[in-house]
């Protein structure tokens, strides 16, 4: 039964991605980034064994993420369930919660009042949806009537919503409110109080954090952690090696392929998905050992794919960015430390200023990396 899941999801991508090539506004980046997502998520369908009835769900998605370590691929799992409920090949498409919430009048009134006052596409009123709903939603649990709203339940709302959002998500959250209020209090005149100016957020420097590095005897003590046992040891081993020492994120390491290494001159090649530049990086003698030993020891032999990092059962697949940072977490746990991944990027430009150079050199050459290898 997952088998067929998996054909019947493979066939409905090769439609959609045909459907989205043929229509004139849709630009060849975005085919290409939806075309790697959907591939990925093709494989995880077939790993986790989906079935097809729920493979277009909230919980499928949100476990998706996780798998693949891909910031935003919701936009294209969306887009073909869309398509796919257009042509009736599945009952619903997977919409966001709050497109499935009927809000009162009063709201619908204010999005169509913004959108016309401020002449602006339905696109945008979107996003302003949302957070109308999730306060609605807010007042409800409450019993909280628009008429009684005070200055602490915005504040509890608030409260709510930096638990589970980014700060940037925060501030898009305090513009819109802050609009529906005015409305309330200016063209309704339904609150006794104009309480938009009261809807603010903690200053950004008092949240800022300095980006986490690990120290010399952590780095001593996940090293000798490493071990050389097993495939997959070997295989993170050399991670490892180059997250440290090259200061490579786990999305440009999942993307190095065989011919991008001279063992030779001790240099690895990173190539610019969308143009035909290039960065010749030199590597360390201890992280062209770390490769070799891979390449040579736990490397699959029979695969068709050039990538340097296979998966280690059958059909030996490239791995993608959210295996890599699985491995590297797991070894570092291990070893008793509870750091992102990103801090031995971190390291990496640590070592780069106690060698010598400025912290604005440091980070050009994290740019640098960043820029060359795409998102």
Request: net charge positive; proline share 5%; glycine share 4%.
């Amino acid at each position: 039964m997952t088998d067929k899941s998996t054909q019947m999801l493979k066939q409905a991508t090769r439609d959609y991605l045909q459907w989205m090539k043929s229509m004139q506004s849709r630009g060849s980046i975005k085919l290409m980034l939806y075309g790697l997502v959907l591939v990925d998520f093709i494989d995880f369908v077939k790993e986790k064994n989906v079935l097809w009835e729920d493979i277009f769900t909230l919980h499928t998605l949100k476990e998706f993420r996780k798998y693949s370590g891909t910031n935003n691929p919701s936009d294209a799992i969306r887009g073909l369930s869309l398509y796919l409920f257009n042509n009736g090949r599945i009952s619903q498409p997977l919409c966001r919660p709050y497109y499935q919430i009927d809000l009162p009048e009063i709201y619908d009134q204010y999005l169509i009042y913004h959108e016309q006052s401020r002449q602006v596409p339905y696109s945008q009123i979107k996003p302003i949806r949302r957070v109308l709903t999730s306060f609605y939603d807010f007042l409800q649990r409450l019993h909280i009537e628009l008429a009684d709203i005070k200055t602490d339940h915005i504040e509890a709302f608030m409260a709510e919503c930096r638990k589970r959002l980014a700060p940037v998500t925060c501030k898009v959250y305090r513009y819109y409110l802050r609009g529906f209020l005015k409305y309330l209090y200016h063209e309704l005149k339904i609150l006794p109080q104009d309480l938009a100016p009261l809807v603010v957020g903690a200053r950004l420097f008092d949240k800022a954090k300095s980006p986490n590095f690990l120290h010399p005897q952590e780095l001593q003590k996940l090293f000798s952690n490493l071990k050389l046992t097993t495939p997959t040891h070997i295989r993170t081993y050399a991670m490892v090696h180059l997250a440290y020492f090259m200061g490579l994120r786990p999305v440009e390491i999942s993307k190095i392929k065989l011919d991008d290494i001279c063992f030779k001159k001790k240099e690895l090649t990173l190539q610019k998905r969308m143009e035909n530049n290039i960065m010749i990086l030199l590597v360390s003698d201890k992280t062209i050992k770390a490769i070799a030993a891979y390449v040579l020891k736990a490397r699959p032999k029979k695969s068709k794919y050039r990538n340097l990092f296979l998966s280690l059962k059958i059909p030996y697949r490239p791995i993608n960015p959210g295996t890599v940072m699985r491995c590297i977490s797991k070894v570092m746990k291990e070893s008793g430390l509870f750091s992102p991944v990103y801090s031995l990027r971190h390291s990496y430009a640590q070592n780069l200023i106690n060698a010598g150079a400025t912290i604005y050199e440091s980070k050009e050459m994290l740019e640098a990396l960043k820029a060359n290898t795409g998102p």
